[in-house]
């Protein structure tokens, strides 16, 4: 799975434009989780607002880290433990994804291009390989 450059520059930009709407997308992304999976939902035990930030802040580790995958991995070393420990299953990958595009259809409306949907779907991949303590990575 490989990244283009105008990939990595597209993620970049909507992110910038989410991030003007963090509570906003960070909500639309909670809801959607909990209505794909409500059994998701008590492994979130914080209050809402504090996860928002959080999911922000995975995100913005994400989307800053794109172009170094190796960094990436050694950052995502502790929340991969914190994942394992709070039971995250494999499967819940595909869906936080799916959550995660659906919040930035639905935050950024027709800011977000079908160009930078693909380009977040390939990002997500990418990203959820090195995330995921199951998925075997070549
Ligand atoms: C690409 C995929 C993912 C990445 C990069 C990621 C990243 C992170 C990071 C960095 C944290 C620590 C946040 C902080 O304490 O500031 C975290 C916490 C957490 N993640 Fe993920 N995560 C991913 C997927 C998932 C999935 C699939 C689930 C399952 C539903 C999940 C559930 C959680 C929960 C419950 C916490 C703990 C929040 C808390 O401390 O209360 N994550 N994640």
Do not use: C
């Amino acid at each position: 799975m490989t990244i283009t450059q105008i990939q990595i520059r597209l993620v970049r930009r909507s992110f910038g434009r989410a991030a003007t709407k963090k509570r906003l997308i960070a909500a639309l992304f909670y809801d959607r989780l909990f209505e794909l999976d409500p059994a998701l939902r008590p492994m979130f035990k914080g209050d809402m607002e504090e996860q928002g930030r959080k999911f922000m802040r995975m995100l913005a580790l994400i989307v800053s880290h794109l172009d170094n995958p190796d960094q990436l991995k050694t950052k995502l070393q502790s929340s991969n433990q914190r994942h394992t420990t709070i039971g995250v299953r494999p499967e819940h990958y595909e869906t936080v994804g799916a959550a995660l595009l659906w919040a930035l259809e639905m935050g950024l409306g027709k800011e977000f291009t079908p160009a930078m949907r693909e380009a977040w779907l390939t990002a997500y991949e990418i990203i959820a390989q090195l995330a995921n303590p199951y998925a075997s990575t070549g």
